[in-house]
């Protein structure tokens, strides 16, 4: 294993990733999908079904889920004047139905081009272009934006995915409650109603928090030291109900254990700004931990899903573990 080392350069962070070993469909049954087990004290690995997670969990745990809803925010329409095909992806809503969005092809949409989409359903028009590249997108249409929304988008799958989703709720966790997400809180996708019930039974306290997860924990890191990487805001909130049961835990020596790299992030947050103390809190939040030692001071457990090389999930993984043992924890799965 070697000794845990703090890196910031871009390179500590990558590994191997052969595209032919990315599952292009979920199994039939959510909680039959292999989990890794890798201890950050000794380094030992083992294989399990995901249902096993089981045996890792204790009564008196708080188990942090996160209830966001990923909406079908993938719009695919023509530009109105030459029928260009472009494509919208719904980032955060403003106001006054503006959202902020990705385009492309972003050459064909400068400020002031409009789009439709199915036929006339929807229109949109970009209104300004922000320094990082994204649009403001005003949308007209008739009746309620998220029924049409339904309707016209798809859901915003990873470009590594190739297959068609046929089934949305596919990518939402079975408890996801409150819609908002351009993408899913994927840790949480391995768990079924039943086994978050026999989670409950074993004396696990599940506390539900809300981040709308969108570009800031996916988009890849493009500077050479991560430090200099700038995040994106995403939406949170976290209820009286959920910060009383992680108080609990924590005031009883419990564990708190997230679910996903967006509940560390969430965790994160609060810590940072109300130390030794979680309280009921809303807002935006822009948070990018690299260097592991406060990540290893304030997991038990941690959680995470699927991460790709090179984004920001990589980066919040690997401080969590220390480098070597993820990048170690990768191979045996190839």
Same mark, same amino acid.
Request: hydrophobic share 35%.
């Given at each position: 294993?070697?000794?845990?080392?703090?890196?910031?350069?871009?390179?500590?962070?990558?590994?191997?990733?052969?595209?032919?070993?990315?599952?292009?469909?979920?199994?039939?049954?959510?909680?039959?999908? *292999?989990?890794?087990?890798?201890?950050?004290?000794?380094?030992?690995?083992? #294989? #399990? +079904?995901? #249902?096993?997670?089981?045996?890792?969990?204790?009564?008196?745990?708080?188990?942090?889920?996160?209830?966001?809803?990923?909406?079908?925010?993938?719009?695919?329409?023509?530009?109105?004047?030459?029928?260009?095909?472009?494509?919208?992806?719904?980032?955060?809503?403003?106001?006054?139905?503006?959202?902020?969005?990705?385009?492309?092809?972003?050459?064909?949409?400068?400020?002031?081009?409009?789009?439709?989409?199915?036929?006339?359903?929807?229109?949109?028009?970009?209104?300004?272009?922000?320094?990082?590249?994204?649009?403001?997108? #005003?949308?007209?249409?008739?009746?309620?934006?998220?029924?049409?929304?339904?309707?016209?988008?798809?859901?915003?799958?990873?470009?590594?995915?190739?297959?068609?989703?046929?089934?949305?709720?596919?990518?939402?966790?079975?408890?996801?409650?409150?819609?908002?997400?351009?993408?899913?809180?994927?840790?949480?996708?391995?768990?079924?109603?039943?086994?978050?019930?026999?989670?409950?039974?074993?004396?696990?306290?599940?506390?539900?928090?809300?981040?709308?997860?969108?570009?800031?924990?996916?988009?890849?890191?493009?500077?050479?030291?991560?430090?200099?990487?700038?995040?994106?805001?995403?939406?949170?909130?976290?209820?009286?109900?959920?910060?009383?049961?992680?108080?609990?835990?924590?005031?009883?020596?419990?564990? +708190?254990?997230? +679910?996903?790299?967006?509940?560390?992030?969430?965790?994160?947050?609060?810590?940072?700004?109300?130390?030794?103390?979680?309280?009921?809190? *809303?807002?935006?939040?822009?948070?990018?931990?690299?260097?592991?030692?406060?990540?290893?001071?304030?997991?038990?457990?941690?959680?995470?899903?699927?991460?790709?090389?090179?984004?920001?999930?990589?980066?919040?993984?690997?401080?969590?573990?220390? +480098?070597?043992?993820?990048?170690?924890?990768?191979?045996?799965?190839?």
């Amino acid at each position: 294993m070697g000794e845990r080392k703090e890196g910031f350069s871009t390179s500590d962070y990558d590994f191997d990733l052969p595209k032919e070993l990315i599952a292009q469909d979920p199994l039939q049954d959510r909680a039959s999908s *292999r989990l890794l087990v890798l201890h950050k004290k000794t380094g030992e690995m083992s #294989h #399990h +079904v995901f #249902h096993e997670i089981l045996d890792y969990l204790q009564e008196g745990d708080c188990l942090v889920l996160n209830n966001t809803r990923v909406i079908p925010a993938r719009l695919l329409g023509q530009k109105e004047d030459g029928g260009a095909a472009v494509e919208i992806l719904l980032l955060k809503r403003r106001e006054n139905d503006v959202w902020e969005t990705l385009v492309r092809p972003g050459k064909k949409l400068r400020e002031g081009a409009r789009v439709v989409f199915g036929g006339g359903a929807l229109h949109a028009e970009i209104r300004e272009v922000l320094p990082d590249g994204n649009r403001l997108v #005003h949308f007209e249409y008739e009746g309620i934006f998220e029924e049409v929304l339904d309707r016209l988008g798809e859901m915003p799958l990873p470009p590594y995915i190739k297959h068609e989703l046929k089934d949305r709720n596919r990518y939402n966790t079975v408890y996801a409650k409150y819609d908002g997400s351009a993408a899913a809180p994927t840790a949480g996708l391995h768990f079924t109603k039943e086994l978050l019930e026999r989670v409950e039974e074993k004396g696990v306290k599940l506390a539900y928090v809300t981040l709308h997860v969108g570009l800031g924990t996916f988009r890849p890191v493009k500077v050479e030291d991560v430090r200099e990487h700038r995040m994106h805001t995403e939406w949170f909130q976290v209820t009286k109900e959920a910060a009383d049961a992680i108080n609990s835990a924590k005031a009883s020596g419990h564990r +708190v254990i997230c +679910v996903g790299n967006d509940q560390l992030q969430n965790g994160g947050e609060r810590r940072a700004t109300v130390p030794g103390e979680e309280t009921k809190r *809303r807002g935006e939040r822009c948070r990018f931990a690299v260097g592991g030692a406060l990540l290893r001071r304030y997991l038990h457990l941690y959680l995470p899903g699927f991460l790709f090389p090179g984004d920001g999930c990589a980066h919040h993984q690997f401080s969590s573990a220390g +480098v070597d043992s993820s990048d170690a924890g990768f191979r045996p799965c190839r």
